[in-house]
Nanobody, 122 residues
Framework: QVHLVESGGGSVQSGGSLRLSCTAS????????LGWFRQAPGKEREGVSC????????YYADSVKGRFTISVDNAKNTMYLQLNNLKPEDTGVYYC???????????????WGQGTQVTVFS
């Protein structure tokens, strides 16, 4: 089972930026789908952005389109999520996952790491 570690979260003012990183400690990030998910306080986990490594298709949730960018550096075994123009509603714990569709965020079989906390204050 792949072990992914998220990092890069923090507290920023509205309009600020962060770059989240997801590193595979034991396996290469050679999966069909790579993605970022988040869980806001009191809400269900949702898919934020997912990348199909086979054809390069990228999904972004409507709420983050134009502000977030997903990318992968295969040489570093690392996936990134650039968060720009952050809003208070982006606050939550962000998780990365492999081989999980963004639409499958509530799959009870999915396993999650500790995530990284993003807090946006106005």
């Amino acid at each position: 089972q792949v072990h992914l570690v998220e990092s890069g979260g923090g507290s920023v003012q509205s309009g600020g930026s962060l770059r989240l990183s997801c590193t595979a400690s034991k396996f290469s990030l050679d999966y069909f789908i790579l993605g970022w998910f988040r869980q806001a306080p009191g809400k269900e986990r949702e898919g934020v952005s997912c990348l199909s490594t086979s054809d390069g298709d990228i999904y972004y949730a409507d709420s983050v389109k134009g502000r977030f960018t997903i990318s992968v550096d295969n040489a570093k075994n690392t996936m990134y999520l650039q968060l720009n123009n952050l809003k208070p509603e982006d606050t939550g714990v962000y998780y990365c996952a492999a081989d999980l569709l963004c639409s499958d965020a509530l799959n009870p079989s999915a396993s999650w790491g500790q995530g990284t906390q993003v807090t946006v204050f106005s």
